[in-house]
């Protein structure tokens, strides 16, 4: 009885403090809003935390959180049970902690891990197979697969890993083969599936070289396919470029100006900017690096002292023979962001908090607005806040693209557990959608053909017919392709566009247009797998296709 009472008075003496934290930055966040796309919600129940996640070609939707949160709200079906001594929480568990979300639907169906994938990493294969690595406690050296159809569940192969792999990051490479880079302890990288001539694990002193102790700073590291086909590697405030083939550096960045850290706990975001111009002999390759925290906010965060996050962009050509960083200043300081490439070549900037670090309930201040970066405009104009939403996505947020031009938002659970109550940031099971402004026009091009999930192979060239309402400039038409990445962390891994190379525009009926373009010429620019195709026309794409290159 006791205890219910100091519950309850401990919810009620911090209700005040929690109203006056949430509506003191709802109004941050509303003094910037410039006014620009659209939330909805989509479910307000999904069973879990969408911890992790990754669009699959059947359009739909795996995401997972850790096996060893304890019950989570939603039940495995059919009366199964998942039996595992080594669970930390639940040694039998009947509930699901991964799900599948049918897009076209609106719904959701459990699936069965068997082990456990928190904090873990994941490429979609060049045949769609979502292959999941590592994890925490009994999962740390296991790989998963999960094909995509309307029946499949997840498949786990024991000691798939030779190293424990805990906030690792991944990369599908072009001859198919994923490289895991990273994780706790774990100053090396192996691949997967295992050949005679790599069934090892092969050292990168880097790693060791950009870990802080006590504070790391250099977990998911950002991992980037470069297009001479070596890999762009960023941890902590720093990048390498790597021949993976002969374990060798064969370039080293210049520190990211301020030597502030930006990968895990102090968690920023980056991607690779879209890659254009790819008839050109030599391809261009730009990086951006986005928020953070300051060096040191880890263990001030967790005494309770929340520093304010980085504002701060550094853009990068990485292909350049002298690099250097350009920095920028976001309109809102953000750590634990994540960044999605929009269908138009604009990046979406989203989730996230105002101060502190990831963690336990050690971050402060959600950052409600999302921002659009548009890289083609002149410096000083690429920056643009967006309609804020009313839902503090912190530590463990989700968001990846859809293939219809929206962007799903999910998770925020910084809780050892599943905590509905009693703390500032209580564990979030919704998921919702935000639609940029270009959703809003009703001139949208559509794809008429080729159909979709058709085989391509690289160099090919294909015939696209499109109908597009209203006057058609047709100089300000182009194509992108998109590879869906897994997100966790603020780590998208794998996320890439490219611009393809187009003919000119033909009108070839009532409102219908057709144009050529073609492939890019390997996998070096392209890994093999499956890409959403869209059209383009005066930054308003039509909805996707999915083509499959190898």
């Known amino acids: 009885m006791a205890t219910k009472a100091n519950l309850v008075f401990n919810i009620l003496w911090q209700l005040p403090f929690m109203f006056m934290l949430l509506s003191c930055h709802h109004d941050m966040n509303l003094a910037y809003a410039a006014g620009g796309g659209k939330w909805d919600l989509l479910m307000s129940n999904i069973g879990i935390s969408a911890m992790h ?22 039940s495995l079906p059919n009366g199964k049970c998942r039996n595992n001594p080594n669970d930390l929480a639940l040694k039998v568990d009947c509930t699901a902690h991964s799900v599948e ?3 076209s639907t609106n719904s959701i169906r459990p699936l069965m891990v068997q082990t456990d994938v928190w904090c873990s990493s994941a490429s979609a294969t060049s045949d769609g197979t979502l292959v999941q690595t590592g994890g925490f406690n009994d999962g740390k050296v296991m790989v998963r697969n999960f094909k995509p159809c309307a029946t499949c569940d997840w498949q786990e192969i024991g000691n798939g890993l030779i190293q424990s792999r805990w906030y690792s990051a991944n990369h599908l490479l072009p001859d198919g083969r994923q490289i895991i880079v990273g994780g706790r302890d774990a100053f090396n990288y192996e691949f997967y599936p295992k050949t005679a001539s790599t069934n090892n694990v092969f050292s990168l002193p880097f790693l060791q070289q950009t870990n802080v102790p006590r504070e790391e700073n250099n977990l998911y590291p950002f991992v980037f396919l470069n297009v001479d086909g070596n890999l762009f590697i960023f941890a902590n405030d720093r990048a390498i470029l790597l021949d993976y083939t002969t374990n060798t550096v064969v370039k080293t960045y210049p520190q990211i100006p301020g030597g502030d850290p930006r990968n895990y706990p102090s968690t920023g975001s980056a991607l690779l900017l879209p890659l254009k111009n790819l008839r ?10 986005c928020g953070g925290a300051p060096k040191g906010s880890y263990p001030r965060a967790a005494k309770g002292d929340f520093v304010g996050a980085l504002n701060t962009c550094g853009r990068i050509t990485i292909t350049d023979p002298n690099p250097q960083w350009t920095m920028e200043t976001m309109p809102l300081p953000r750590t634990m962001g994540d960044m999605v490439i929009l269908p138009d070549g604009n990046v979406l900037i989203i989730n996230g908090a105002a101060s502190g670090t990831a963690g336990w309930q050690i971050a402060r201040n959600p950052v409600l607005s999302p921002v659009i970066y548009r890289p083609d405009n002149p410096s000083g104009s690429r920056f643009e806040v967006q309609n804020p939403n009313t839902t503090p996505r912190m530590y463990h947020s989700t968001a990846i693209l859809l293939r219809d031009g929206r962007v799903l938002v999910g998770g925020s659970n910084p809780n050892e557990l599943y905590n509905f109550t009693g703390v500032l940031f209580p564990t979030d099971l919704s998921l919702e959608a935000f639609s940029p402004s270009y959703l809003d026009a009703n001139l949208r091009p559509q794809i008429i053909s080729p159909d979709s999930h058709l085989k391509y192979a690289y160099g090919q060239r294909v015939d696209i017919q499109f109908t597009s309402s209203g006057l058609l400039n047709r100089d300000l038409i182009k194509v992108t392709m998109i590879a869906p990445g897994f997100n966790t962390h603020s780590n998208t891994m794998n996320q890439r566009m490219l611009v393809l190379p187009r003919g000119i525009v033909r009108q070839v009926g009532k409102s219908v247009y057709e144009l050529s373009c073609v492939f890019p010429k390997s996998g070096k620019l392209a890994p093999p797998g499956y890409y959403l195709l869209f059209v383009v026309h005066q930054d308003i794409p039509s909805e996707g296709i999915w083509v499959r290159v190898n």
Do not use: C, H, P, W
Request: hydrophobic share 45%; net charge negative; no cysteine.
């Open 280 to 289: 050109s002999e030599k391809v261009e390759a730009e990086v951006l690096v």
């Open 101 to 103: 979300y049918d897009v």
């Open 53 to 74: 996640m990754q669009l699959l070609n059947n359009d739909r939707v795996v995401m997972y959180d850790r096996t060893d949160f304890g019950a989570s709200n939603i």
